[in-house]
């Protein structure tokens, strides 16, 4: 079976797939973490997708198609996969559609005055990826793995207001392109409270 989380930035969709992928046989694929692999170990790819990603606009589609075409076709997929942060267009939809069978689409649905709220709180571990928040987490180490947390480069202001208006306009129309497979969920308080139906869903499907 595969999926995708659907939901604006700032919605919790790592943090969703990281608890799917704890209960169920996943591979969890995010495209914002295969950009920021490349940034790390200083490719041409990473170079190329830095420069967008730090102004807060979409990395091109042929490079971003390209780079989850070729994670596709590792052995491991095979095993139903999560896809967290693409599609973002409706062009990367397309194409998506002649590469995997998407059997569900989760859209995670959180009011923007909320998501303003978690940008600029939000700190990720630098090791594992766990995802906390300055207003509810107080430490600057990881409660998991113990390793630092830091803010990524595209979480400041100018940045974050840019993501919400090209969701707005490039990948909100996605919600309707998967009307026949969409799962909506809204955002609870609590992060399990959210996953609770998400679980019971996946539960039913596999
Ligand atoms: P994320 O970690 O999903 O918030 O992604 C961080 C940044 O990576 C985005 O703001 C984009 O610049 C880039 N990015 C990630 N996924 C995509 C995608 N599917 N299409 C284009 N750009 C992407």
Known sequence: MNIILLGAPFSGKGTMARKIVSDFDFVQI???DLFRENIKNGTKLGKLAKSFMDKGELVPDEITIGM???RLEEKDC???IILDGFPRTISQAEALENMAKIDAVINLEVPFDEIRRRALGR???SKCGEIYNTATYKKNTCQKCGS?????????LESVNNR???????TAPLINFYADRLFVVKNKKDPEETYKPVKNFLKGRI
């Open 148 to 156: 630092p947390l830091f803010q990524r480069d595209d979480d400041n």
């Open 30 to 32: 995010s495209t914002g």
């Open 78 to 80: 095979d095993r139903g």
């Open 123 to 125: 700190r990720t571990c």
């Open 68 to 70: 989850l075409k070729n």
């Open 164 to 170: 919400l208006e090209v969701y707005e306009k490039q």
